[in-house]
């Protein structure tokens, strides 16, 4: 069964640093494109960015909002996603879903997320 | 920056059927893909590549495109359909999501 488990949410003071991790299992995940999508409370969906698997290329995307603070990463050996976040805003609160990304640029599966809380 | 548009809502009684509509510019150049959510879930993807349907989701569930305006329907709706529903697309590699529209069954 293909699966995917987020961990490392909390609470955490404007301006502060939290990293997000995404346990990967039933698949091959070093051939996976992997992203990260987020929903504030009561909102919509909202991309947050991408890696790509290393045979094509390991390269990473990211939404403007986010961009040049998050940083999205993968240790294959693992089989974890990661999401390192820098420089929190209030805005980033949001409850954070690990996905499978397809080269078709949508997502097939989904974690039951983790829930950032940036606050002071 | 590129965006897609839902209607906030829709409104249908059991056994009718709901059309939630997205419109974007890019539409005509780049598929698009539905995801059903409902309260305190994942999201969950109900139609890819404009009008195809992953295995396990219930054929009521259909997808069309017509220009710059993509419509997800669902035929025979079910109290359990009753859900928030997301559009969702690419502008190059950037992925974007519609407003979501909150599919009410009265």
């Known amino acids: 069964e293909v699966q995917l488990v987020e961990s490392g949410g909390g609470l955490v003071k404007p301006g502060g640093s939290l990293r997000l991790s995404c346990a990967a299992s039933g698949f091959t995940f070093s051939n996976a494109w992997m992203s990260w999508v987020r929903q504030a409370p009561g909102k919509g969906l909202e991309w947050v960015g991408r890696?790509?698997?290393?045979?094509?290329?390991?390269?990473?995307d990211y939404a403007a909002p986010v961009k040049g603070r998050f940083t999205i990463s993968r240790d294959d050996s693992k089989n974890t996603l990661y999401l390192q976040m820098n420089s929190l805003k209030t805005e980033d609160t949001a409850v954070y879903y690990c996905t499978t990304e397809t080269s078709y640029y949508y997502m097939d599966v989904w974690g039951k997320g983790t829930t950032v809380t940036v606050s002071s | 920056s590129y965006e897609l548009t839902q209607p906030p809502s829709v409104s249908v009684s059991p056994g009718q059927t709901a059309r939630i509509t997205c419109s974007g510019d890019a539409l005509p150049k780049q598929y698009a893909y539905w995801y059903q959510q409902k309260p305190g879930q994942a999201p969950v993807l109900v139609i890819y590549k404009d009008s195809e349907r992953p295995s396990g989701i219930p054929e009521r569930f259909s997808g069309s495109s017509s220009g710059t305006t993509v419509t997800l329907t669902i035929s025979g709706v079910q109290a359990e359909d009753e859900a928030d529903y997301y559009c969702q697309s690419a502008d190059s590699t950037h992925v974007v999501f519609g407003g979501g529209t909150k599919l009410t069954v009265l």
């Open positions: 890696i790509k698997s290393k045979t094509d290329g390991g390269t990473t």
